[in-house]
């Protein structure tokens, strides 16, 4: 079993910054690829950005060159960095961590961008 819970959600101006974190407890010695989606209203929940225990980075076409992704190992935690927000960016961000064959979801953190 693993327990993720993220932080550092909430309400930013179009342009600005946050720095979204997710630290996981459990079996976190199982870990392998952690990622973070995300889901708007009426929308599915899509794939943010997603990184390998080992470092290698992918994005979505959306997010690239805006968000950076990147974790701690020894603090077993996942990062992401948000730049240049976007209204469209507003969604709830889910951390997710993989222990196969298993798929282990966040409760998610709420990001609003305004105007």
């Known amino acids: 079993q693993v327990q993720l819970v993220e932080s550092g959600g909430g309400l930013v101006q179009a342009g600005g910054s946050l720095r979204l974190s997710c630290a996981a407890s459990?079996?976190?010695?199982?870990?392998?690829?952690m990622g973070w989606y995300r889901q708007a209203p009426r929308k599915q929940r899509d794939l943010v950005a997603r990184?390998?225990?080992?470092?290698?980075?992918n994005y979505a076409d959306s997010v690239k060159g805006r968000f950076t992704i990147s974790r701690d190992n020894a603090k077993n935690t996942v990062y992401l960095q948000m730049n240049s927000l976007k209204l469209e960016d507003t969604a709830v961000y889910y951390c997710n961590a993989q222990v196969l064959p298993t798929l282990y979801w966040g409760q998610g953190t709420q990001v609003t961008v305004s105007s």
């Open positions: 990184i390998t225990r080992g470092g290698s980075t």
């Open positions: 459990g079996s976190i010695f199982s870990i392998n690829d």
